[in-house]
């Protein structure tokens, strides 16, 4: 018995992680617990030697010492200002009466306004709860169909999660020792194919159902001429600037991510001012967000820290790459067979528990077949993207179920509201995986003496597993 458990440590440690995630105890701690367990079980049965848990110190401060994770504060911060300061209202006000006059103007005016902020922000709750709270009452009193209207800005929300400044891309770029402006490079083309993807569907809808997504009618287009000029560069200048600060000086090599990310809070703390609500409640909102998911972030981290060091001391990264490398098909076996074993993780398992789990296993195995690490973590960023789409469990419909009331949309309105646009997400992966080209020809335009690359990385020390001699 001893020696089967001896043989097969790493399948019985991923079996109990995978134990532990399905009872729903806490990701970090469910980490943790079997890191320590299995840890101390090899050193008993001889599988590690009795000090290699002490190299924990060193994967702790490695945490603690990464320049490159504080842009996850930033950026979440920055999101949950501007989730209340009124930038979103004009632009999703400005941009909806430009395309007033078109079937299905509403529904173009979210997905640009939602590719917007996600290239401000980063964060994807403050991009549905935005526009919720804003566009569902409009697109409604206006004829658009319950489900349509579900969908479409739940989706245009999880654009956040490709299109750069995105915190998944940070946390991808970490976990895999690239630079953050090469992923945020390689997301652009991503990023515009999903727009252009919603942009059809919707288009699609007004031809086949016109009914679902009619035009406004005359009395609604308030704007016109000068004043509809004046309101699209009061709600599209303030944005272009944030972009800027955010994205051109990463991608001039001005600026690191988190150095960007500091700018970012800096400018919208301004456009809250301008806009006059800026506030000491509001500033305490966004610091008690940003407190809680940071905190959660790293919780996490540090489990799953554990765990890997642990997973790797009794043989886990050979059973892994074993176990993938034979996979039928060479790279496109692989790729088809992770990206369906992380689409259905995603209906369980947060996007910053899949980031800091599952890529640190994959990823090798990844590098062994001579798959680029960048393409392939934008590629797992798409796919990740439909976590929070998925029915029951996404995240983007527990944030629009919280803001609309039950008695004007039913529960089964949000979820099939939401599947058309889960396919065109997976319509992407499928683009992504035989068009690479569509992420590497952005990283070969990509940024210019990229600051990011120049970060403090603490690695784990080479230690000798075998047990000692006595």
Not at 200 to 210: D, G, K, T
Request: charged share 10%.
């Amino acid at each position: 018995m001893i020696d089967v458990i001896r043989h097969n440590m790493a399948p019985l440690m991923f079996a109990g992680m995978i134990v532990f995630m399905l009872i729903g105890y806490p990701a970090a701690f469910a980490l943790a617990a079997t890191g320590l367990f299995f840890g101390f079980v090899g050193i008993e049965l001889g599988l590690i030697r009795p000090d290699f848990l002490g190299n924990l110190t060193f994967q702790m401060f490695g945490i603690v010492s990464n320049d490159l994770l504080l842009a996850i504060p930033f950026f979440t911060f920055m999101g949950a200002i501007l989730e209340k300061c009124g930038l979103a209202e004009d632009l999703l006000d400005s941009i909806g009466q430009l395309f007033g006059p078109v079937r299905g103007g509403l529904s173009y005016a979210v997905i640009f306004v939602g590719a917007i902020l996600g290239a401000i922000t980063g964060t994807v709750a403050a991009s549905v709860i935005a526009m919720g709270v804003i566009s569902v009452p409009i697109m409604l009193r206006y004829g658009y169909s319950k489900r349509h209207t579900m969908g479409v800005i739940a989706a245009s929300g999880t654009i956040t999660q490709l299109i750069p400044p995105s915190l998944v891309l940070v946390v991808l770029a970490d976990q895999m020792g690239k630079s953050v402006g090469d992923m945020y490079a390689g997301a652009i083309g991503p990023s515009i194919i999903q727009v252009a993807l919603f942009c059809i569907w919707v288009f699609i809808v007004s031809m086949i159902w016109p009914e679902q997504v009619p035009a406004l009618p005359p009395e609604a287009r308030t704007l016109k001429g000068k004043a509809l000029a004046w309101k699209c560069a009061r709600g599209i200048i303030p944005s272009a600037g944030l972009i800027f600060l955010v994205l051109g000086t990463i991608f001039m090599g001005l600026a690191t991510p988190t150095e960007a990310g500091a700018m970012g809070v800096v400018g919208a703390i301004a456009v809250a001012a301008i806009n006059r609500t800026l506030s000491w409640s509001l500033l305490y909102a966004g610091m008690s967000s940003t407190m809680r998911i940071t905190a959660f972030v790293v919780y996490i981290l540090i489990g799953a820290r554990v765990f890997s060091l642990v997973f790797q001391g009794v043989g886990g990264k050979e059973w892994i790459e074993h176990l993938l490398t034979g996979l039928p098909g060479g790279q496109t076996g692989f790729l088809v067979v992770v990206n369906i074993f992380i689409f259905f993780v995603a209906f369980f398992l947060d996007f910053f528990e899949i980031a800091f789990i599952l890529i640190p296993l994959l990823a090798p195995v990844a590098d062994k077949l001579g798959i680029d690490l960048v393409w392939f973590g934008v590629l797992i960023c798409a796919n990740i993207q439909t976590s929070f789409m998925h029915p029951p469990f996404g995240f983007a419909l527990f944030y629009l179920r919280g803001i609309t009331p039950r008695s004007v949309v039913s529960t089964s309105d949000l979820y099939w509201g939401a599947i058309p646009w889960l396919f065109l997400q997976l319509i992407l992966v499928v683009i992504l995986i035989f068009w690479p080209q569509s992420v590497t020809y952005w990283i070969d335009k990509g940024v210019k003496g990229d600051p990011s690359k120049i970060e403090l990385k603490i690695e784990m020390p080479d230690v000798d597993l075998a047990p000692p001699k006595f």
